[in-house]
C-alpha cells in the first residue's frame, strides 16, 4: 500500500475528470475566462485612443482654418462632431463628456497669421481622463504647423521658418494638473462597489441554498418579495457606507474635488447599487454553490473592469468592445461619479447616463424576480 501504484493514481484521474465533467459551469469558466481575458487584452484594450470627439467654435471661417481643422480630421485623433454657435453650448458638450476637445479659433485669425503675429489657438480639453487625450495633445502641436505649411507660400513661407505659426494653446479642463487620482479614485468607487455588492449578495442566498437553512425561509410565512427585499435592504446600507468611507477618504488623502451635489451623486448611486444587487441575485439563482456564484461574480466583474474606461480609455476600444461596455452599468456610473466630483454636473446632464442603469436595472430586476420565483417553486 505503501509503494506508488500507477494504477491508483489513474483511479483519481479519473475520479476528477468525472467530477470536472459533472461541474459543466466551473469547466465552462476554466475555459471561458482565459479565452475573454485573451480577446479583450488582445483586442479591445488600446493605449493610443483615436477618432476623439472634438467641437469647434470658430469665429471666422477662412482657407487657413478650414486646413488646419481637415488637418486634425486626418490624423485620425479627431473626429469634428459639431460647430456649436458660441462657446457655451461648446463648454456643455465638454461638460456632458459629448466632446473630448473644443478648439475655439479667435477672430482675425487668418489676417494675424499672414501678418506673423502667431494668433492663439486655444484648444480646452476634458482632462477627467489623462491618458485618453495624451497622445492627442502631443500630435497636436506639430499637426498645425504641418497643416500650414502648405497655406504659407510666396511672400509667407519666412513664417514657416519661424518656430511655430500660430500660439497653441492648451487648457486642461476638470483636471489642470493632469493628475491620474483625480480620474483612479472615483472611479474606485464603482469598482469597490461591483465587485463586493455583486459577490456578498450571490454568495449569501447560494450560502443558504448550501447550508439547507433556504427551506427554513421558505417554511416561514413570507412572500417572495418579501424575501428579496430582506436579502437586498441590509446590503444597500452597506453599500452607503462605502461610498461614504471612500468619498471621505478621496478629499482627505487624495484632495479629490467634490463640486457637484453629494445628493444628486447618492441618488444615481442608488440605482448602480440596485442594478449591481439584481445582477447578484439573478447569479444566486443560477449557481448552485457558492464557488459558481464566485466564479459568476468574476465573469461579469473582468469585462466591467477592462470596458467600462476604468482601466483603459474608452475612445481607444473598437466600436464592438464600446457596444458591450454601454450595456455595462459600471460604464455610466463611472461617467456619472467623475461627472459630479469634477465637473459639477446637474441632473439634466448624468441624465444621459443615468437612464441606461435605471433600463438595465428593470430588466435584470425582471430576470432575477422571475429565476428566484422559479427557484422557490
Given at each position: 500500500?505503501?509503494r506508488?501504484?500507477?494504477?491508483?493514481?489513474?483511479?483519481?484521474?479519473?475520479?476528477?475528470?468525472?467530477?470536472?465533467?459533472?461541474?459543466?459551469?466551473?469547466?465552462?469558466?476554466?475555459?471561458?475566462?482565459?479565452?475573454?481575458?485573451?480577446?479583450?487584452?488582445?483586442?479591445?484594450?488600446?493605449?493610443?485612443?483615436?477618432?476623439?470627439?472634438?467641437?469647434?467654435?470658430?469665429?471666422?471661417?477662412?482657407?487657413?482654418?478650414?486646413?488646419?481643422?481637415?488637418?486634425?480630421?486626418?490624423?485620425?485623433?479627431?473626429?469634428?462632431?459639431?460647430?456649436?454657435?458660441?462657446?457655451d453650448?461648446?463648454?456643455?458638450?465638454?461638460?456632458?463628456?459629448?466632446?473630448?476637445?473644443?478648439?475655439?479659433?479667435?477672430?482675425?485669425?487668418?489676417?494675424?497669421?499672414v501678418?506673423?503675429?502667431?494668433?492663439?489657438?486655444?484648444?480646452?480639453?476634458?482632462?477627467?481622463?489623462?491618458?485618453?487625450?495624451?497622445?492627442?495633445?502631443?500630435?497636436?502641436?506639430?499637426?498645425?504647423?504641418?497643416?500650414?505649411?502648405?497655406?504659407?507660400?510666396?511672400?509667407?513661407?519666412?513664417?514657416?521658418?519661424?518656430?511655430?505659426?500660430?500660439?497653441?494653446?492648451?487648457?486642461?479642463?476638470?483636471?489642470?494638473?493632469?493628475?491620474?487620482?483625480?480620474?483612479?479614485?472615483?472611479?474606485?468607487?464603482?469598482v469597490?462597489?461591483?465587485?463586493?455588492?455583486?459577490?456578498?449578495?450571490?454568495?449569501?442566498?447560494?450560502?443558504?441554498?448550501?447550508?439547507?437553512?433556504?427551506?427554513?425561509?421558505?417554511?416561514?410565512?413570507?412572500?417572495?418579495?418579501?424575501?428579496?427585499?430582506?436579502?437586498?435592504?441590509?446590503?444597500?446600507?452597506?453599500?452607503?457606507?462605502?461610498?461614504?468611507?471612500?468619498?471621505?477618504?478621496?478629499?482627505?488623502?487624495?484632495?479629490?474635488?467634490?463640486?457637484?451635489?453629494?445628493?444628486?451623486?447618492?441618488?444615481?448611486?442608488?440605482?448602480?447599487?440596485v442594478?449591481?444587487?439584481?445582477?447578484?441575485?439573478?447569479?444566486?439563482?443560477?449557481?448552485?454553490?457558492?464557488?459558481?456564484?464566485?466564479?459568476?461574480?468574476?465573469?461579469?466583474?473582468?469585462?466591467?473592469?477592462?470596458?467600462?474606461?476604468?482601466?483603459?480609455?474608452?475612445?481607444?476600444?473598437?466600436?464592438?468592445?464600446?457596444?458591450?461596455?454601454e450595456?455595462?452599468?459600471?460604464?455610466?456610473?463611472?461617467?456619472?461619479?467623475?461627472g459630479?466630483?469634477?465637473?459639477?454636473?446637474?441632473?439634466?446632464?448624468?441624465?444621459?447616463?443615468?437612464?441606461?442603469?435605471?433600463?438595465?436595472?428593470?430588466?435584470?430586476?425582471?430576470?432575477?424576480a422571475?429565476?428566484?420565483?422559479?427557484?422557490?417553486?
Open positions: 500500500m505503501n506508488f501504484s500507477w494504477r491508483r493514481l489513474l483511479a483519481v484521474l479519473a475520479k476528477e475528470f468525472i467530477q470536472m465533467r459533472r461541474d459543466r459551469l466551473t469547466f465552462a469558466m476554466m475555459v471561458g475566462i482565459p479565452i475573454m481575458q485573451l480577446c479583450l487584452f488582445g483586442y479591445a484594450i488600446n493605449t493610443d485612443p483615436k477618432h476623439l470627439p472634438t467641437v469647434v467654435v470658430a469665429a471666422e471661417s477662412n482657407e487657413y482654418t478650414r486646413r488646419l481643422l481637415s488637418a486634425m480630421e486626418q490624423s485620425d485623433y479627431f473626429d469634428l462632431i459639431a460647430q456649436p454657435a458660441d462657446l453650448r461648446g463648454r456643455a458638450m465638454l461638460a456632458r463628456g459629448q466632446a473630448l476637445f473644443l478648439v475655439r479659433v479667435p477672430p482675425d485669425f487668418g489676417r494675424s497669421l501678418r506673423g503675429e502667431r494668433p492663439a489657438l486655444l484648444v480646452e480639453i476634458d482632462a477627467t481622463d489623462p491618458v485618453a487625450a495624451g497622445n492627442a495633445i502631443a500630435a497636436l502641436g506639430t499637426l498645425a504647423d504641418q497643416a500650414l505649411t502648405s497655406e504659407l507660400r510666396g511672400p509667407l513661407t519666412g513664417l514657416n521658418a519661424r518656430p511655430g505659426a500660430i500660439d497653441l494653446r492648451i487648457h486642461r479642463r476638470f483636471n489642470p494638473e493632469g493628475l491620474t487620482a483625480y480620474n483612479i479614485v472615483p472611479g474606485l468607487m464603482g469597490i462597489l461591483t465587485m463586493t455588492l455583486i459577490m456578498m449578495t450571490g454568495l449569501a442566498i447560494a450560502r443558504e441554498r448550501e447550508r439547507g437553512t433556504f427551506e427554513n425561509l421558505l417554511a416561514m410565512p413570507v412572500r417572495p418579495i418579501e424575501i428579496m427585499l430582506g436579502k437586498l435592504v441590509p446590503y444597500i446600507l452597506v453599500a452607503y457606507i462605502q461610498v461614504i468611507v471612500i468619498l471621505v477618504a478621496a478629499r482627505a488623502l487624495f484632495a479629490v474635488p467634490i463640486l457637484g451635489s453629494p445628493w444628486l451623486l447618492f441618488g444615481c448611486t442608488l440605482a448602480f447599487i442594478a449591481n444587487l439584481s445582477v447578484g441575485l439573478l447569479f444566486s439563482t443560477l449557481a448552485k454553490n457558492q464557488m459558481q456564484a464566485m466564479q459568476m461574480t468574476f465573469f461579469f466583474f473582468l469585462p466591467s473592469m477592462l470596458l467600462s474606461g476604468f482601466m483603459f480609455p474608452f475612445r481607444g476600444m473598437p466600436g464592438w468592445a464600446q457596444a458591450i461596455g450595456l455595462l452599468p459600471l460604464t455610466h456610473f463611472l461617467r456619472i461619479v467623475r459630479i466630483l469634477l465637473k459639477a454636473n446637474t441632473a439634466s446632464d448624468v441624465w444621459p447616463n443615468l437612464w441606461p442603469l435605471l433600463a438595465f436595472t428593470l430588466v435584470v430586476v425582471a430576470l432575477g422571475k429565476r428566484f420565483r422559479r427557484t422557490l417553486d
